[in-house]
């Protein structure tokens, strides 16, 4: 049965109804088409579907959309800044070339966010242990691992 629910997705308030049993990376693709959120595993093992929940990154794949009620989600299309700049994230994915399908991208992206809130200098070593929880079948990580140091040293200036 659909019931209505309130969040806040990107700095934006929505009112929308959804099932008691649709998943939060089901209701940002489908019913706000904010397909950043890639779907891969559902079962909250690959880490595409990374977004951040209340300012922390979670699995949307392992939250029910009315869980999300009340509170701030940010997905990968909330990061860029209104002139269409990228984070510095976005930008040294980019610069990098820590992407080559992209499916795993978005949810790299948000995870490092996360721990570079958390930590602001992290080293090769904590960055790898950290996006232990997303999973890339194209890259070998190391560009991405460069990628997220080179945001953190920008991020930092």
């Known amino acids: 049965m659909a019931k209505r629910l309130t969040l806040t997705v990107n700095g934006k308030e929505h009112s929308i109804e959804a099932e008691e049993n649709a998943l939060l990376s089901e209701l940002l693709r489908e ?29 949307a794949c392992n939250v029910l959309a009315h869980q999300a009620a009340g509170h701030e989600v940010l997905t990968i299309e909330g990061l860029a800044g209104n002139a269409g700049n990228l984070h510095p994230l976005q930008q040294a994915f980019k ?37 232990e929880g997303n999973l890339c079948r194209c890259t070998g990580y190391e560009n991405i691992v460069k990628a997220v140091l080179q945001a953190a040293r920008q991020m930092r200036k």
């Open 95 to 131: 610069d990098c070339h820590a992407l080559q399908c992209g499916f795993c991208t978005p949810g790299m992206v948000m995870s490092a966010l996360d721990l570079l809130r958390s930590d602001p200098d992290p080293d090769a070593a904590t960055v790898r242990l950290e996006l």
């Open 31 to 59: 019913q706000l088409n904010l397909t950043g959120t890639h779907r891969g595993c559902d079962t909250g093992q690959c880490g595409a579907c990374t977004v951040h929940l209340d300012g922390r990154a979670v699995k």
